[in-house]
């Protein structure tokens, strides 16, 4: 289950170089570097799941957050892209997007 992620809430202006790189190190990097350290061991048992949380921003982005929602998208398109290697091998990769829960 790939469900690291955090953010700073930042607007374009106010995103800097540095707020992207720890966004992407934290959202998608380590999420990699699960898949690269499980999946290996689940392509041997021909068996495995790996499941990552994705968001809604990653198709219908908001105007603040943009590292976020770039990170958010680039999850969703590894998830894709492991998906298509692994097919055939019994390991399946999927990203459950809930979108926006509005709570008190």
């Known amino acids: 289950m790939n469900n690291a992620g955090a953010y700073k809430h930042l607007s374009w202006t106010e ?44 198709t219908q982005p908001m105007q603040s957050h943009p590292q976020y929602n770039a990170s958010l998208a680039t999850r969703h398109n590894l998830t894709v892209s492991l998906a298509r290697e692994l097919k055939g091998t019994g390991v399946t990769s999927n990203a459950v997007a809930p979108g926006a829960m509005w709570t008190p």
């Open 15 to 58: 995103a800097t170089p540095e707020d992207w790189r720890d966004t992407y190190e934290g959202d998608v990097i380590s999420g990699a570097r699960m898949i690269r350290h499980l999946v290996p061991q689940m392509r041997e048992r021909k068996w495995g799941r790996v499941i990552t949380i994705g968001g809604g921003l990653a």
